[in-house]
């Protein structure tokens, strides 16, 4: 199947923005993904193997933390991954004065 | 070896002024959205301005968030389009145009530039980038970003 990758992370997939790694759930796939690209495990998974809290995954159009079986998520080859890292931020605090 | 300060943010005259109408609009709301473009040696190229909604309706005078639905879709456009993300912009409505704590905290798309539009009292003031800059989450910097802005491109319009 494909997976698609963020721009910051594709210095990790030698400059490709979509590899094909092969695995029947997508926990196989992502076991396939950081054997044949290693860089990418701390990149994805925190020290205790977790994924990062940041960084989301879609099988499709669907977010895999809300997919009953989540990582065990049975997948087809013709199926799509897409890592994603969030996106937010914002001014924050409201102690600076206004603007002139 | 590329120094970070030589890579810029080139960007249309058309887009650089929808990114900052876009921050008027949604005053005194945060605004949001993605910059599609190329990425080279000289820095990031945006060519096309596509406008996200914000989904901290909860606090959008002062957070932003772009739902990782709307990214998927985004980055699906880009790709289709051959391009690739290479940004993103929000506003700071009564605020200056420089990064908060939040937004280092919540800024993971290393190489990525991250535009901000001062908005005072409805009308954009500075607008300002930073690179996102380091290897991982553990050594991450902004560095500030010298803008290029086109005047003479005329790019096909984004949704912006």
Known sequence: ?100 | MVNNTDLMLHIPYSDYQAVRAHGEETYPHECCGVLLGKSDADGNHVQQVVRAGNTRSDSAHNRYNIAPQELVKIQRQARQAGLDIVGFYHSHPDHPAQWSPTDFAEAHWIGCSYVITAVAKGKAADTNSFLLSGTSEEDKNFVDQAVSIDVASTTPKGQA
């Open chain 1, 1 to 100: 199947m494909n997976i698609h990758i963020p721009t910051p992370l594709r210095s990790f997939t030698g400059g490709a923005g979509t590899v094909a790694v092969v695995g029947d759930t997508v926990a196989e796939v992502f076991t396939n993904l950081t054997s044949e690209y290693p860089e990418l495990k701390q990149q994805l998974f925190n020290a205790e193997g977790k994924l990062r809290s940041f960084v989301n995954i879609y099988l499709n159009d669907e977010d895999l933390r809300y997919l009953p079986s989540k990582e065990a998520t049975t997948v087809a080859s013709s199926d799509e991954l897409t890592i994603i890292p969030s996106i937010a931020g914002g001014a924050g605090c409201s102690c600076c004065p206004l603007l002139p």
